[in-house]
C-alpha cells in the first residue's frame, strides 16, 4: 500500500505526558499537512510542510506542539505536557506540487486520548 | 475568515435514492473544493476536487458541481446504496493558502 500511513493508530496517555506521533506521506509527495479533528467537527488545520520546511502554522499550534520533518520524508507531531483537552484524532496528509491547488491524500490518523 | 458550512448535518434515506449534498462557504477566493468521505473512527477519502475554474467533476456514480460566485458546491449521489452510508465533507482552500477549510460533515445513512 502506497498511501500515507500513520503510527501509532492509537494512543491512551495521562495528563502532563509526552508523546510523539509519526507521518509517512505518499512517496514522493513533497507537502505534508496535519489536522486535529475532534468528534462531531471537521478537521482543522495545524500546520504544513514543503519539503523540510514549515511554512504556515495555526494559532492552534500552542507552544506545547511542535512539528518537524527533518529529511523532507516522514514527519513527527509531539505534544508537550498533554492535557485533557489534547484528547482528537490527529490526521496527516499529503500532496504533490507547489500551489494550493493540489490534491491532499489523508492518512488513517492516530486517535489520542487523555486521561 | 472561510467559514464552510454543510445542512443538514445528519441524513437517513431509502436505498435507491438520488442524493444531494450541499456545502456552502462565505469566501469565493478559493482555489478548489474537495469532497470527502469519513467512515466511522477512520481517515478521510478524497472522493472529488474541483479547481475553482471547473464547474464540476465526475467519478462513477458520485457528480460534484461548484459554483464559486454563490459560495456554493453541490455532491450528488446516484441509486444510494448501504455502502454509501459514512460522513461526507467538503472542504475549500483558500486563495494565499495551503490549508484545508472543512464544514463539519453530514452523516449519510442508507437504509437498506
Known amino acids: 500500500d502506497t498511501g500515507v500511513s500513520q503510527d501509532p493508530r492509537h494512543k491512551i496517555t495521562k495528563r502532563g505526558q509526552n508523546v510523539t506521533f509519526r507521518c509517512d506521506p505518499i512517496s514522493e509527495h513533497n507537502r505534508l499537512y496535519w489536522y486535529r479533528q475532534t468528534l462531531g467537527q471537521g478537521p482543522e488545520f495545524l500546520t504544513y510542510f514543503q519539503n523540510e520546511a514549515q511554512l504556515e502554522k495555526s494559532r492552534l499550534l500552542s507552544d506545547r506542539f511542535s512539528a518537524e520533518r527533518p529529511k523532507g520524508s516522514f514527519s513527527t507531531l509531539e505534544i508537550q505536557r498533554t492535557e485533557q483537552g489534547d484528547s482528537a484524532m490527529y490526521l496527516c496528509?499529503?500532496?504533490?506540487?507547489?500551489?494550493?491547488?493540489?490534491?491532499?491524500?489523508f492518512g488513517p490518523g492516530t486517535r489520542l486520548t487523555v486521561l | 475568515k472561510q467559514e464552510v458550512t454543510q445542512i443538514p448535518a445528519a441524513l437517513s434515506v431509502p436505498e435507491g435514492e438520488n442524493l444531494v449534498l450541499n456545502c456552502s462557504f462565505t469566501d469565493s477566493a478559493i482555489y478548489n473544493l474537495q469532497w470527502f468521505r469519513q467512515d466511522p473512527g477512520k481517515g478521510l477519502t478524497s472522493l472529488l476536487l474541483i479547481q475553482s475554474s471547473q464547474r464540476e467533476q465526475t467519478s462513477g456514480r458520485l457528480n460534484a458541481s461548484l459554483d464559486k460566485s454563490s459560495g456554493r458546491s453541490t455532491l450528488y449521489i446516484a441509486a444510494s446504496q448501504p455502502g454509501d452510508s459514512a460522513t461526507y465533507l467538503c472542504a475549500v482552500t483558500q486563495g494565499g493558502s495551503e490549508k484545508l477549510v472543512f464544514g463539519k460533515g453530514m452523516k449519510l445513512t442508507v437504509n437498506p
Open positions: 496528509a499529503s500532496s504533490y506540487g507547489t500551489s494550493g491547488r493540489d490534491e491532499q491524500f
